[in-house]
Every structure is written in structure tokens, then in C-alpha cells.
């Protein structure tokens, strides 16, 4: 899963995440990576994340927009 890989999640890149307070009913919020969080390389319930709007959660999925 490359939502767990540190490697692919890079600041600008845009993702939907959950929230710790999400993380019973899996809700997601969308937004823009600003910071990494998680140190290690790789995380099993995906990397954390600040979102430019200072909102912090683990990636779920990395969102590919067309152009």
C-alpha cells in the first residue's frame, strides 16, 4: 500500500486522511500535505500528516488529479 510507504507521501501532494477523532467511524478529510509526521519508513495504519489547514491525521489514500 503506498499510503503506508513514508517515501510516496511528499508536501503539496494532496490525500485524504482520518483524523484521530474519525478513526471509529473512518470518516476521511481531504486536503494538502504541509509536514510529515511519522519518522520511520513505513507505518501499518498509514503515515502521519499535517494538512495545510493544520489538521492532523493518517493517510488513507493518495488522491491523483486529473489534468
Same mark, same amino acid.
Given at each position: 500500500?503506498?499510503?503506508? %510507504?513514508? /517515501?510516496?507521501?511528499?508536501? &503539496?501532494?494532496?490525500?485524504? #486522511?482520518?483524523?484521530? =477523532?474519525? =478513526?471509529?467511524? &473512518?470518516?476521511?478529510?481531504?486536503?494538502?500535505? /504541509?509536514?510529515?509526521?511519522?519518522?520511520?519508513?513505513?507505518?501499518?495504519? &498509514? #503515515? /502521519?500528516?499535517?494538512?495545510?489547514?493544520?489538521?492532523? &491525521?493518517?493517510? =488513507? %489514500? #493518495?488522491?491523483? %488529479?486529473?489534468?
Amino acid at each position: 500500500m503506498p499510503h503506508r %510507504e513514508r /517515501k510516496n507521501i511528499r508536501a &503539496g501532494l494532496k490525500v485524504a #486522511i482520518v483524523l484521530k =477523532q474519525d =478513526q471509529r467511524t &473512518g470518516k476521511q478529510t481531504v486536503g494538502i500535505v /504541509k509536514d510529515l509526521l511519522t519518522n520511520s519508513g513505513n507505518h501499518p495504519y &498509514g #503515515i /502521519k500528516v499535517r494538512l495545510t489547514d493544520g489538521q492532523v &491525521g493518517r493517510v =488513507q %489514500e #493518495i488522491l491523483v %488529479e486529473d489534468k
